[in-house]
T-cell receptor, first 114, second 115 residues
Framework: AQTVTQSQPEMSVQEAETVTLSCTYD???????LFWYKQPPSRQMILVIR??????QNATENRFSVNFQKAAKSFSLKISDSQLGDAAMYFC???????????FGPGTRLSVLP | GAGVSQTPSNKVTEKGKYVELRCDPI?????LYWYRQSLGQGPEFLIY????????DSGLPNDRFFAVRPEGSVSTLKIQRTERGDSAVYLC?????????????FGQGTRLTVV
């Protein structure tokens, strides 16, 4: 079974600085998709960024980018120019090519300090 | 509707009672997921529907949990003989069929508290 690990239960960053959240996963599949979701106190999960495993180029979405290392099964999220609104729980998620359920990591709580 | 809607937002029930949690997915989304999120943890998969049928119910913890989606749209998660350990946020998500890269859109969840 696939598993997703996030080794940082909590992280903090100064406003306008850069922070990197770690994620590793375990799978025997070669085709799959990886996601970072943000969950603010409102509880609603919001997609931050996604990466297709067959693409070598790292995904970017404005201030958010990933470092995808397929061989190492690592998928870290970099947040640049951190803003107070970035404070939330961040979940790394895996979905295989059969398109069924998402497997989530335990999450990282990000605090942004003014 | 514009997004995934879950009702009620919060539910408090007594141990041993029966509860139903409702999920209205985004119109046209054929895939629907239920997840359970305990405090401080990531969402845990419960069940996945493709249309009206449960394509994967391997995450349901025991036979007290059951979910239906009779018309391929609204889904109801049913919990019988609730226990204090069932207290959690129950999240519903939907996605469109066809592309596995498609994100899942989540509702705001139902916080269930069993007292």
């Amino acid at each position: 079974a696939q598993t997703v690990t996030q080794s940082q239960p909590e992280m903090s960053v100064q406003e306008a600085e850069t922070v990197t959240l770690s994620c590793t996963y375990d799978t025997s599949e070669s085709d799959y998709y990886l996601f970072w979701y943000k969950q603010p106190p409102s509880r609603q999960m919001i997609l931050v960024i996604r990466q297709e495993a067959y693409k070598q180029q790292n995904a970017t979405e404005n201030r958010f980018s990933v470092n995808f290392q397929k061989a190492a099964k690592s998928f870290s999220l970099k947040i640049s120019d951190s803003q107070l609104g970035d404070a939330a729980m961040y979940f790394c998620a895996y979905r295989d090519n059969y398109g069924q359920n998402f497997v989530f990591g335990p999450g990282t709580r990000l605090s942004v300090l003014p | 509707g514009a997004g995934v809607s879950q009702t009620p937002s919060n539910k408090v029930t007594e141990k041993g009672k029966y509860v139903e949690l409702r999920c209205d997915p985004i119109s046209g989304h054929t895939a629907l997921y239920w997840y359970r999120q305990s405090l401080g943890q990531g969402p845990e998969f419960l069940i996945y529907f493709q249309g009206t049928g449960a394509a994967d119910d391997s995450g349901l913890p025991n036979d007290r949990f059951f979910a239906v989606r009779p018309e391929g749209s609204v889904s109801t998660l049913k919990i019988q003989r609730t226990e204090r350990g069932d207290s959690a946020v129950y999240l519903c998500a939907s996605s469109s069929q066809g592309s596995t890269s498609t994100e899942a859109f989540f509702g705001q969840g139902t916080r269930l508290t069993v007292v």
